[in-house]
């Protein structure tokens, strides 16, 4: 066996001559080269990214930026609506309600003078489901039926209202039913306590009944 470090080659023995054998290639250093151009390339495109990347965060700062001299532009704020709490909430969602415009034909409970007569007038009566009824009470000597024109129109009574006029006087019960061409006016015999419960109101005898027409011509 050769020894470490000792050349190989064929020795002829008839000259002498050693020819020593040929050295085998190295392949390390080829596959060393290789690796380091790989390195290389790996290290130069890793720097031209980031160069590329600073390059387009600076380009999105400069889109986004304002122009000097000039307010970044925002979107106007728009005013939200206050919720004014859990009552306003339930009421209508906040929004103040609109107050009804008065009816220049209503008239408000209180007390007139219709003729010389004093009445105390209410714009309701009690237990009414229609909403058409109206009351006075008075206590005089002139029969409302008298006065069932200008009763109407003090009161500004209209198509299908039904005015009461209780007289404590005379204990009658006057019933003004408005028709549109004229007034029907019927005295009744005032019952006790009628004028505080519509349910209650007409119940007594009915001792006339006459038609007071608002035109010329009757229907």
Known sequence: ??????????YDPETGAFTPAPAKKKKWPWILAAFLAFCVIFNLANGAN??????????????????????AETEPETEKPSSGGW?????????????EPEDPD?????????????????????????????IATCADNTPPADIARELSETFKQKKGEVLWIVNFTLNTTTRINHLGAYLEAT?????????????ALGGGDVYTTEQIFLTEAAP
Request: hydrophobic letters at 25%.
């Open 1 to 10: 066996m050769p020894k470490k470090n000792q050349p190989t080659g064929t």
């Open 50 to 71: 980031d160069k590329k990347e600073p390059a387009a965060a600076d380009a999105e700062e400069t889109e986004a930026a304002p122009a000097e001299g000039k307010p």
């Open 87 to 99: 009552l306003s909430s339930l009421l209508g969602g906040g929004k103040e309600k609109e107050e």
């Open 106 to 134: 209503h008239v408000k409970s209180g007390q007139y003078t219709v003729e010389g007569v004093k009445l105390f007038y209410f714009d309701y009566v009690t237990n009414d489901v229609t909403g058409n009824w109206r």
């Open 187 to 199: 005295t009744l015999e005032h019952v006790e306590g009628e004028e505080h419960d519509a349910k």
